[in-house]
């Protein structure tokens, strides 16, 4: 039959609880020393009584157990001293973020036109220069880019006008090679006649 799980909680009868800790304690310090054996681990173990009796247990000097430990931790401290504050920085850093992003999503807001009724007469005026300023940028750029455009466009003419031009000449070039050959034939043709009948015999 299965064994049940034993609820834990304070033994009320004193001799019972006396009993047991001395074999729990004896328990732990045998675990301690394996643990320090079997794995080659530094342990330290301080167990106090409930009278106030210490019982220890360390696989090398026991100060030097506890100095390296309070070194370790204040080292852990401090590092995450330093972790909360590299952490207080980003959040600083993400508000101030979020609050310029607020600002230049009002000032879209009212470049379009909405949520101007509450603007006074000095940030509609800064407005008006912003907006006239954008539109100048903006007519540069468009001119720019139709004279790079009609540049493109005039080479591309050019390309096609000297080859409009190649064509013609090879095409001229040709004729002229063809009227050639064709006088060079008329004047080399032999003009023959057919006779039928008796020689004629000279006396």
Do not use: W
């Not at 301690?32 to 054996?37: C, F, G, R």
């Not at 980003?90 to 036109?113: D, F, H, N, T």
Request: glycine share 4%; aromatic share 4%.
């Amino acid at each position: 039959m299965a064994r049940g799980k034993v609820q834990l909680r304070r033994i009320e009868n004193a001799s019972n609880r006396q009993v047991t800790f001395s074999k729990r304690r004896n328990c732990l310090l045998k675990k301690a020393h394996e643990l320090s054996v079997l794995c080659d681990a530094e342990v330290a173990l301080i167990i106090f009584s409930q009278r106030g009796k210490a019982y220890e247990f360390s696989s090398s000097n026991m100060r030097n157990l506890i100095e390296e430990y309070r070194e370790l931790r204040k080292e852990q401290a401090t590092g995450s001293e330093a972790e909360e504050h590299i952490l207080q920085q980003l959040k600083q850093e993400a508000m101030m973020m979020m609050e310029k992003i607020e600002v230049m999503e009002a000032s879209q807001r009212k470049l379009l036109g909405r949520s101007i009724s509450t603007c006074s007469i000095a940030e509609l005026q800064e407005m008006d220069n912003q907006l006239n300023i954008s539109l100048e940028k903006i007519r540069s750029r468009k001119v720019q880019l139709f004279k790079e455009e009609t540049a493109k466009l005039e080479e591309r003419e050019r390309i096609l006008l000297e080859e409009h031009h190649r064509l013609s000449s090879k095409i001229g070039m040709k004729k002229m090679e063809i009227g050639s050959c064709s006088q060079s034939t008329q004047s080399g043709d032999v003009v023959t006649e057919l006779f039928i009948g008796l020689p004629k015999i000279k006396n």
